[in-house]
Nanobody
Framework: QVQLVEYGGGSVQSGGSLKLSCTASGFTYAHYCWGWFRQVPGKESEAVAVINNYGSTKYADSAKGRFTISQNNAKNTLYLEMDSLKPEDTATYYC????????????????????WGQGTQVTVSS
């Protein structure tokens, strides 16, 4: 069982930056993928960025050029650096993970991710 805890949400003005962190415990397989998803009330969750054990990444179009996903394997920590934030980035951000399956590139589809954190709120004001 993988447990995930997110940190770093908050409120920021448009054009500002935030860095989210997610610490994990319970990874038992060499192969894993994890990443960030977000959800606004009344809408489906959407992928933001994902990364796998090989360090391969994928970004949603909305995140390309503004967000950077990274991981510190030694600390079992996942990061999301968000720059040039826009009001439409306002959402609850979730860290999600899966393990065992060997993905050459991490999938963006949320159904691939078995473990989810509790979420952290990001609010961007105009």
């Amino acid at each position: 069982q993988v447990q995930l805890v997110e940190y770093g949400g908050g409120s920021v003005q448009s054009g500002g930056s935030l860095k989210l962190s997610c610490t994990a415990s319970g990874f038992t397989y060499a192969h894993y993928c994890w990443g960030w998803f977000r959800q606004v009330p009344g809408k489906e969750s959407e992928a933001v960025a994902v990364i796998n054990n090989y360090g391969s990444t994928k970004y949603a179009d909305s995140a390309k050029g503004r967000f950077t996903i990274s991981q510190n394997n030694a600390k079992n920590t996942l990061y999301l650096e968000m720059d040039s934030l826009k009001p439409e980035d306002t959402a609850t951000y979730y860290c999600a993970a899966t393990q065992e399956a060997d993905f050459t590139y991490p999938p963006l589809a949320s159904y691939n991710y078995k473990f989810w954190g509790q979420g952290t709120q990001v609010t961007v004001s105009s």
